[in-house]
């Protein structure tokens, strides 16, 4: 089945099977590996994308049912003000160690100082319940978000 | 973790959805946000040969209130709910509800009719549009049907939806009296399937009180014995936590000590959350 979707801002035409989830989609089809795989089944919060703007497990959608939708991938979000400052804080707050969760983390984490600007600790954690990191380093994780968090308020203080 | 192959189609009306599903019989699925049904179709524990997507007919999604109800599209998402995107004149209940469900990415996609339809033992939709007395519209070849959702949900993974019916939406009745809605969720994680979900609603003072137990059983069930020691107005725990253990001697006969507990646990935080609603 043929879709056409707009993957990190260029229209994409692609023959899929109606089986194919997006996870495969973006990495098999597209060579897109930044979304990574990690359970297969909405546990762990590893292959999140956006999907028209909304944090998606790519995992859990299949690619047929993004026909004409619009999807990020980490990959996308490169030059994002958000993702850089980001970037940053989960590098001084040692936020990765294996960094196999971080796409997901990074992209959540975003859609969390979306939805919720400037986030205490204990709303961190809460929003990032579902993403799971098995190296357990949710607290360099939390620190990096929170802080990123303090830095965009700051400097869009009208949000 | 791949699915059997199937063959997928994107309908444009309720009714060619339905000629679809009645045809291809038990071997059709209907999708709409997909988050059960893709990982349980990858995990091969489901298993169709088509594969009907709901998710873009804008029948299923209209929201509207009226003096009487408040009526909720099929395909209204989790979180739509949760961030108000609905009316909630039941106290914030809806909104409440809908943020504990699963993670933000899922409630992205979920939605209250796939909840309703799937008839997951511990969904948290089945429960509180039972305590609300919700009732379900249902569309299918011979017309339109209603139900109400505690009628509806007949066990684990079992409804009263035939071949080619679809769930059009829910007519959630309102109250003349203020509504005071309380709820308590227990599972091992946040986001996780629940153990454990009970929903007081209290409508007015001395009104009618409805106490359902979800996530406890193949469906979920109304505490009698509960409900009537909350409207008689005894403002004790103690009484109320006796009066839940006989409901569910006789609900749960075989529940084991520590499911005793924890579901009594859960109704009496659910009353007190109830009463912190003014």
Known sequence: ?159 | MKSAPFDYVRPRTVAEASALLAQAGVNAAAIAGGQSLVPMLNLRVAQVDLLVDLSRLDELKAVGETSENLQIGALTTHAAIEDGMIPDPFGGLMRRVASTISYRAVRNYGTIGGSIALADPAADWTGCLIALGAVVRIGGRNGAREQAVEDFVQGTYSTSLGPGEVILGFDVPRSDAPLRCGFAKVARKSGAFANSIAYVVVQGRGGLVTVVLAAAAPRPIVLAGAARHLASGVDSEDALRAAVADDLKTYLPDADPYETRLHISTVVRAARDMRTQT
């Open chain 1, 1 to 159: 089945m043929k879709i056409t979707v707009e993957l990190n801002g260029a229209k994409v035409v692609h023959d899929v099977e109606p089986r194919e989830t997006l996870a495969d989609f973006v990495r098999d089809r597209c060579g897109l590996t930044a979304t990574h795989l990690g359970c297969e089944h909405g546990a762990c919060g590893a292959c999140t994308v956006v999907v028209d703007g909304q944090v998606t497990r790519s995992c859990l959608v299949l690619a047929v049912m993004c026909d004409g939708r619009s999807i990020d991938t980490l990959e996308g979000l490169r030059n994002n003000p958000a993702m850089e400052v980001l970037r940053k804080h989960f590098h001084e707050c040692h936020g990765l160690q294996c960094g196999f969760c971080t796409p997901g983390m990074l992209i959540m984490a975003r859609d969390i100082l979306q939805r919720l600007p400037g986030p205490d600790a204990n709303t961190v954690r809460h929003e990032l319940s579902g993403q799971i990191c098995r190296c357990t380093g949710y607290t360099g994780i939390v620190k990096a978000i929170v802080a990123a968090g303090q830095e965009l308020a700051r400097d869009t203080p009208n949000g």
